[in-house]
């Protein structure tokens, strides 16, 4: 077997120091602080990432701060619109009102003369309209037309 052989034992250990010795150099040399430049860059752009996500976290939160700070003043100017059209409209309601129990008043007032001014005109005619009714009930039980002037003396004599 040739790897048994001792006399090849020395060029073996030749190439091999010779190999493991390229490799070290080269390793050591340039993939070595390659990896360190490429792992130092990660880790730069990491950390600029790391900030802009706090900075943007921070900006967050006080955009968040200003949105509910805007939001209840907006709530207090609706409620404030609010109350102030509930005011107005109250005072609107009022003064309708005020105003409709006046024509009410009027229209009341009115209708009452005009009740009053009928029941008189009534009262006064009432005689005319006894007689009247007295004549049409005679013409329809004796089918004859009735003596107005003898009704009229018969209204007089029972008043």
């Known amino acids: 077997m040739p790897q048994f052989d001792i006399s090849t034992y020395s060029s073996q250990i030749f190439w091999l120091a010779i190999i493991f010795s390229c490799l070290y150099l080269v390793i050591s040399k340039i993939i070595a602080p390659t990896s360190e430049k490429i792992l130092a860059n990660r880790q730069q752009i990491l950390d600029e990432y790391a900030n802009s996500a706090l900075t943007d976290a921070e900006n967050v939160k006080r955009i968040q701060k200003n949105y509910d ?55 006064s005619t009432k005689h005319d309209a006894i007689i009247e009714l007295a004549g049409s009930i005679l013409q329809k039980i004796t089918q004859q037309p009735p003596n107005s002037q003898l009704l009229q003396e018969c209204y007089k004599k029972i008043k």
Not at 103 to 118: F, S
């Open 69 to 123: 700070n805007s939001f209840k003043q907006i709530l207090l100017a609706t409620e404030n619109i609010k109350q102030e059209t509930l005011s107005a409209i109250d005072q609107l309601m009022i003064a309708q009102r005020a105003t409709i129990d006046q024509d009410l008043a009027k229209q009341t007032a009115l209708a009452k003369d005009e009740m009053d001014q009928i029941i008189a005109s009534f009262e």
